[in-house]
């Protein structure tokens, strides 16, 4: 019932302690036994507090960035392209433009914003696949994860959040979007 094709997907699930043993172990393992990644993966590190959504958004757009057009985004799709995850970081960190939208977009949505100094317990993320391959972009995560061959977003993606709520069975808040293309008019 998912239109097609999906470009990405963006996941919300609850920050738990199983979750945050999972993270550690994983980036343990992945430091110690190098993975490949896709030199075409963008991938931001997640510094400005509560910014996971919109974290996840961009990663969504730069790894899709055919269907950006131009605005605030395009602009820093363009410039993020050459630099590292710490640069693009900091890129964010100093776009007085995107803390602008930010801080509109989370103020005319449904429920109450948090403080930004607030610790929440829910987190945004992104698939993509780049190269036939199923990247996780988690901004909170040293490096993007290659969940190896992927030839169908929707399946891999699944498979991959499955494992998530497996983790935590008792947790309820889980969701996902899919980011899809329409059909050219």
């Known amino acids: 019932m998912i239109p097609h094709p ?4 963006v996941f919300l699930f609850p920050l738990t302690d199983n979750y945050e043993k999972h993270k550690e172990e994983e980036e343990a393992r992945l430091t110690k036994h190098e993975q490949n990644v896709c030199p075409d993966v963008i991938f931001f590190k997640q510094t400005i507090a509560n910014a996971c959504g919109m974290i996840a958004l961009l990663h969504s757009l730069a790894n899709n960035d055919s269907i950006v057009g131009p605005g605030l985004f395009r602009n820093l799709i363009d410039q993020s392209k050459d630099m590292s995850p710490e640069e693009r970081a900091e890129m964010l960190e100093n776009s007085k433009e995107l803390a602008d939208i930010h801080k509109t977009c989370a103020q005319a949505g449904q429920t109450q914003v948090p403080d930004a100094s607030a610790e929440v317990d829910l987190h945004f993320i992104c698939f993509v696949v780049k190269d036939q391959h199923l990247y996780e972009l988690d901004g909170r995560k040293l490096f993007p994860i290659n969940h ?3 030839l ?8 991959v959040m499955r494992q998530y709520i497996a983790r935590d069975p008792n947790q309820t808040s889980f969701s996902a979007i899919a980011l899809t293309k329409t059909p050219e008019q």
């Open 6 to 9: 999906v470009t990405a997907f």
């Open 148 to 150: 190896g061959k992927c």
């Open 152 to 159: 169908d977003l929707v399946e891999g993606a699944a498979k």
